[in-house]
């Protein structure tokens, strides 16, 4: 195997420039801030399209990290920051079994050793000890992690928004179907149903 390090001498690459980092230290903010509020008017139109995708969410806040994960994946795909989006679903599926076992069980313990080297056997050992509030949950979670693995170890050299979408619904589902509300009697609410949950997911063409 020969090893080169190039480029070669005269050869015309490719490059990339970030100057302006520098410029604002040196200069100060405003010297770049039409720049940035640019780059941002350019890409209003894909922003507002890409929000209006997202699912709406009533969730339970019951603590931990989840929610504030799943509200940063949805911001990243937002902002067209694909890869990102990706990394944190799984990270969401993670942090949700983590606060599952620390909320549900009587071995607390059991959270600290869930990591993502064994994120699939974890699933399984909470469905299989009755963990998860509804059926649907450990399906989401294995197609989640898949998707996610196969994109943050690159067995794919590229990324498209649909696919992007559609790891991120899943996500947003198995958070609500764990931690969600529905309409209850007149004023009140309840915790999600598996039924109500369903019309979710088909309205979302999630099949489940």
Not at 158 to 181: H, Q
């Amino acid at each position: 195997m020969q090893v080169t390090f190039g480029p070669k001498v005269g050869e015309v690459v490719e490059t990339f420039i970030d100057s302006l980092p520098g410029i604002m230290t040196q200069f100060g903010k405003e010297s770049v801030e039409a720049t940035l509020l640019a780059r941002h008017e350019h890409n209003k139109k894909e922003i507002m399209m890409r929000y209006a995708q997202m699912p709406n969410l009533f969730i339970w806040n019951q603590g931990g990290n989840f929610l504030e994960l799943l509200l940063e994946a949805r911001t990243n795909y937002i902002e067209g920051k694909f890869w990102s989006s990706v990394a944190v679903c799984g990270m969401v599926v993670e942090s949700l079994c983590k606060d599952i076992a620390k909320l549900r069980t009587d071995e607390p313990e059991f959270a600290n050793i869930i990591s993502e080297k064994f994120i699939h056997q974890s699933i399984n050992c909470l469905k299989n000890s009755g963990c998860f509030w509804l059926t649907f949950t450990s399906k989401l979670m294995h197609d989640i992690m898949t998707a996610r693995n196969d994109y943050i170890h690159v067995k794919k050299e590229s990324i498209s928004s649909p696919e992007v979408l559609n790891i991120l619904v899943r996500t947003s589902l198995v958070v609500v179907a764990e931690f969600g509300f529905m309409p209850g009697t007149p004023g009140k609410v309840a915790r999600i149903s598996p039924e109500y949950f369903k019309r979710i997911a088909s309205t979302l063409n999630i099949p489940i």
